[in-house]
């Protein structure tokens, strides 16, 4: 063994901390060494040289007169650990690391998460309400108690810059963006090779249209993230009816989100299709054992409840300046242009139209090709109510179908058209394709009828040619922008478009108008996120008056701070997509009216029908009815099928309107009683944010500034951070000994006051938090010295003692501080620190104890302390010191036991509640199955089509449905008692001694 070490020393080598275990003298004079890590209990052999191999200094705390530092250094020390460590606390931590003006509807998604034992949470707000602020202060709450290290948050394409730039901006958060193949290639660049980003990356934003294909999620869910958040969610439910539910490639996705996360945050405005399958299978990612919509309807409620939270914007309330509580959210003004057509020349062509669309629909009845053909003409007709642009190119497409055998195309697959039906986002491309693929497929079978309907759309291309030069629509919309535009140069217009063609028809007609060429920008589908960003910039210049937008483009706009019009070129037949466009401006930061205004032909039916659907969204919003439920309920009462079968040379738009409004409220009865009560809140909205704004006010760190961070940061880096002329903002030239990963050398301006952060950009000022990667490294270092116990200055005995008087003891004292920690049974069974904390313990020179607040008291004083007289504590104290702290480690370690008993406690009142509705889940469960099982059996016998080998597989099924509960709750149990196991903590280490003397030395 060489000179000077020991078997059993502490020593630090390139591996880090180990125990040298052994050593052997080579021929060479060389030696070598057996050692093993003190973190993951590795075994390894090195040589020295050219390995170097440092004795640590002895871990226990011991009176050595050497190891006295200033008591300054002494709190300096203690208060750059205690920024590391780890806490298990109840109420808001994370929320002051935002530089966000904090409301208090914004805090309720952190608190849900943070009383459940694994934090998943389905955020189903009402569109433009936040999400993805309280998603961030998710984050930031878990972050800052180290409970998500790996984070995954997956988005629709357009929205990937969005989240970039807001976690960014907002909560000072940095995220890895893996787009697509080029951004993986760009990520693994950086790393080393073979590395795989998915695994070793601790903050990944990605597409979900990336990670569905097959290769790219094998390797995202290789290692389980601590925290999956998924943006527009519902694209992950399951489609269809009860009747004919089926997965989507999305679902398939979501199963496997699922699965691979300990955390999961579902953001959604839209949780339902109007059926409870679609929102059941949400909550079943959440919490399967919160899916049984059917039992007693206050445990439904409370199940449920556990699982997501929901808020309207009509429910929202914020605190105005005189402090009282008022609508967060201004009343937005819905009005309808109507656009009248010319009777002799323009009216006859589009009911001609209508009735040829109508005709065609009815001709495919019971026809192998029925939905297909009906869902082309439906593309004709959405397309004619859109622009004479759009119109005609789709005649030429139906034309050259039923005309040449070779001018028509495959069938889309049936995944296509269920994607379509399902309103999934795709691009403008593809939808054109898809379209066009549907009219140039979906002709009839008999040479007769092709030729019978090719003479109709050659009539009717004949007709549209002739008809007066402008579109009416197009002049509507120019008179509109001009009496806006006119009349106030401040304002700004988006009009939102459902196709291409009709936008580049605006286009033209835009660039030819004096007034207003030069002043619009475009935003659509395909654009790079690049291009995306400047458009939306460009905008906001006071030169842009027009944005021409998409619905591709739509999704992520966030224009509420330049913009609050909108115009919708022609009113979809999906009302959620209408929803999705007024959220553009309708949203949380608008500080005026949002003015919503749509185009439509009053002497229509389809758009009379749709008008009037309009006017009943805004009637039941402010019923407290959201866009997204009158969703479901159009579809149940099936809008798209009655328009598209409307014949506009024979129906009355004002009757039929009637019809439509009747089937409507019959639908909206049917859905209150079905599926409003699993989406309505559980809570009462209002006093929860009542309740939610008392807690920000008493709350005083997370209104106010971290005026500790600031004063502890000042008092280690000393003049290296120097205040600028800002107040608040300082510059920051870190030591040597601080630098580390993601640690900058020099930052120009940084701010540890969130009063200053929220006012400022990132780019301008860097906000310090106790999650800043400086914050971490000053931290480490502290936790080295006083925990780990080495420097790189080892012949020197660790500085782990100080002294001082204080009017606050009458006898001589020394405080001892102890670090303790607390694991408890984690994720897939993997210890997991829960808490840790310094735990000061004092003891007088008789041995006599204080109380825990009365040694906290005295930890915490920072009043100016007297000289204490070195020689005098080597007097008082060495010879007794170790006696005293065995005593006080005793009462270090009862305190330990006391605060596991406490949170053993807390976890076994949280489990029991969740263990006593498992058994009414199970019963309300199995008789849901039963139900099912029979209104299958019913299904079957009605169609004639119960054979046999039928009735032994449909209960093969409803078998295998019931031993998937059994299951879902055996695995709720043993996570539940999972949770509740605490393990017995190790002795608590003693890091460090104050000796504290009366005031005049105390002998």
């Known amino acids: 063994m060489p000179s ?17 275990q052994g050593s052997k003298k080579l021929e060479d004079g060389k030696f070598l060494f057996k050692i093993k890590t003190l973190d993951g209990g590795k ?81 189903a707000d009402d569109v433009g309400i936040g999400k993805t602020i309280e998603a961030g202060l998710c984050i930031l709450e878990l972050l800052s108690r180290n409970r998500a290290k790996r984070i995954l948050i997956i988005s629709p394409p357009g929205l990937l810059d969005q989240w970039k730039d807001e976690l960014y901006d907002k909560f000072n958060l940095q995220f890895e963006m893996i787009e697509n193949a080029s951004g993986l290639s760009r990520v693994q660049t950086s790393l080393p090779a073979g590395v795989n980003p998915w695994q070793n990356l601790p903050r990944i934003l990605t597409s979900v249209e990336y990670i569905k294909k097959r ?97 309207l914007k009509s429910q929202i309330k914020k605190k105005d300046k005189d402090g009282n509580l008022v609508d967060a959210f201004h009343k937005r003004e819905v009005t309808g242009i109507p656009v009248n057509l010319d009777p002799e020349t323009e009216l006859p062509f589009y009911r001609e139209v209508s009735s040829y669309c109508s005709k065609v629909t009815k001709s495919a009845l019971d026809s192998d090709d029925q939905h297909l053909i009906s869902f082309a003409m439906q593309i004709v007709k959405k397309r004619m109510l859109s622009s004479r642009a759009a119109l005609e190119r789709t005649l030429e497409n139906r034309l050259k179908a039923l005309s040449k055998v070779e001018e028509r195309e495959e069938k889309p697959e049936k995944t296509e058209i269920r994607d379509i039906q399902a309103d999934l986002p ?59 535009l006119d009349d106030d ?122 008008n009037r659907l309009a006017g009943k969204i805004e009637t039941m919003q402010s019923d407290r009815i959201s866009t997204p439920d009158i969703l479901g309920i159009a579809i149940g009462s099936g809008i798209e099928d009655r328009l598209t079968a409307l014949d506009g040379e024979t129906a009355d738009p004002e009757k039929e309107a009637d019809n439509y409004e009747h089937v409507f409220e019959d639908r909206t009865a049917e859905y209150i009683n079905n599926v409003q009560p699993l989406l309505v809140s559980g809570v009462d909205v209002t006093k929860e944010i009542e309740d939610l704004q008392k807690f920000l006010e008493m709350s005083e760190p ?72 400086l914050v971490k490294a000053i931290s ?72 825990p607040e009365a040694d906290n008291d005295l930890f915490t004083d920072r009043s100016n302390p007297g000289e204490a007289d070195l020689a005098n504590i080597r007097e008082l104290f060495e010879t007794s010191f170790v006696a005293l702290l065995d005593k006080a480690k005793d009462e270090a370690i009862s305190r330990l036991d006391n605060r596991r008993d406490e949170l053993i406690e807390i976890r076994k009142q949280k489990a029991k509640a ?31 089509a119960l054979f046999v080998f039928e009735e032994k597989r449909r209960k093969l099924d409803f078998d295998a449905r019931r031993e998937a509960v059994k299951m879902e709750i055996g695995q709720r149990k043993d996570e539940l008692e999972s949770f509740v196991k605490i393990f017995d903590p190790d002795p608590p280490q003693a890091i460090s001694a104050l000796f504290i003397l009366p005031v005049g030395g105390g002998k």
């Open 489 to 610: 140069e401040t304002e700004k217009v988006i009009v939102f478009t459902e196709y291409i063609d009709t936008l580049e028809a605006i286009k033209a007609a835009l660039e030819g108008d004096d007034k207003f060429r030069g002043t619009w920008s475009v935003l659509r589908g395909g654009m790079t996120l690049k291009r995306r960003k400047r458009v939306q910039e460009d905008f906001a210049l006071p030169t842009k008056r027009i944005l021409l937008a998409t619905d591709a483009a739509s999704e992520g706009l966030n224009l509420q701070h330049h913009c609050r019009r909108i115009i919708h070129f022609e009113l979809p037949w999906n009302p959620n997509r209408l929803e999705q466009r007024n959220g553009r401006v309708d949203r949380y930061g608008q500080d005026r009216q949002p003015i919503i205004k749509y185009l439509y032909f009053p002497d229509t039916p389809e758009d009379n029908v749709l």
């Open 780 to 851: 480490a270092e502290a936790r080295q010295r006083l925990v780990q116990v080495y420097s790189d200055d080892i012949e020197y005995a660790p500085r782990r003692l100080a002294a001082r008087e204080s009017d606050k003891v009458k006898s001589p004292r020394v405080l001892f501080t102890f670090i303790s920690r607390i694991l408890a049974e984690g994720y897939e069974g993997n210890p997991e620190l829960i808490e840790e904390r310094i735990e000061p313990v004092s003891i007088d020179i008789e041995e006599n104890m204080l109380s």
């Open 914 to 944: 969740l263990l006593d509705d498992l058994e009414t889940f199970e019963e309300d469960r199995l008789k849901e199955i039963d139900e099912d099982e029979k209104l299958a059996a019913a299904k079957f016998r009605e169609e004639q």
């Open 702 to 773: 997370l209104i106010g500034d971290d005026a500790n961070l600031e004063s502890h940061l000042q008092a280690i880096l000393g003049d290296s951070m120097m205040p600028v002329n800002d107040e608040g903002v300082y510059t920051i030239q870190v030591p040597r000994r601080f630098r580390g990963p993601n640690v900058d050398r020099f930052y120009p301006k940084v701010t540890c006051r969130r009063s200053v952060a929220i006012k400022t950009k990132p780019a301008d000022v860097e906000f310090i938090t106790p999650i800043h990667p």
């Open 4 to 20: 000077g070490f020991s078997i059993g020393d502490r020593v630090k080598s390139r591996e880090g901390l180990c125990i040298l």
């Open 43 to 123: 075994a390894i052999s090195i040589v020295s040289p050219p390995d170097i191999l440092q004795k640590l200094p002895v871990k226990d705390l011991r009176f050595d007169p050497r190891g006295f530092s200033p008591i300054t250094q002494w709190w300096n020390s203690h208060d750059a650990l205690e920024m590391g460590t780890v806490k298990e606390i109840g109420n808001l931590y994370g929320a002051l690391f935002g530089r966000v003006e904090l409301e208090a509807y914004q805090l309720a998604p952190s608190l849900r998460i943070l009383s459940k034992p694994r934090p998943r949470l389905l955020i």
């Open 426 to 484: 795709m691009s403008e491309v593809t939808a054109e394709r898809i379209a066009q693929r549907l009219i140039r497929s979906s002709v009839p079978e008999d040479e007769k009828s092709r030729k019978s309907e090719a003479r109709i759309v050659r009539r009717i291309r004949k007709k549209l040619k002739s008809l007066p030069e402008q579109d009416p629509k197009i002049k509507a919309l120019l008179d509109e922008l001009h009496w806006v």
């Open 215 to 311: 290769n790219i999620l094998d390797q995202v869910f290789q290692r389980p993230w601590d925290l999956i958040i998924v943006d527009e969610a519902h694209y992950l439910s399951e489609s269809g009816t009860p009747q004919n539910p089926y997965r989507t490639k999305r679902t398939n996705l979501g199963i496997e989100i699922a699965r691979k996360s300990r955390g999961l945050l579902l953001l959604t405005a839209t949780p339902h299709n109007g059926y409870q399958n679609s929102f059941r299978s949400l909550i079943e990612y959440i919490e399967p054992t919160a899916a049984t919509l059917v039992g007693d309807i206050e445990r439904r409620t409370e199940r449920i409840e556990r699982a997501r939270i929901r808020r």
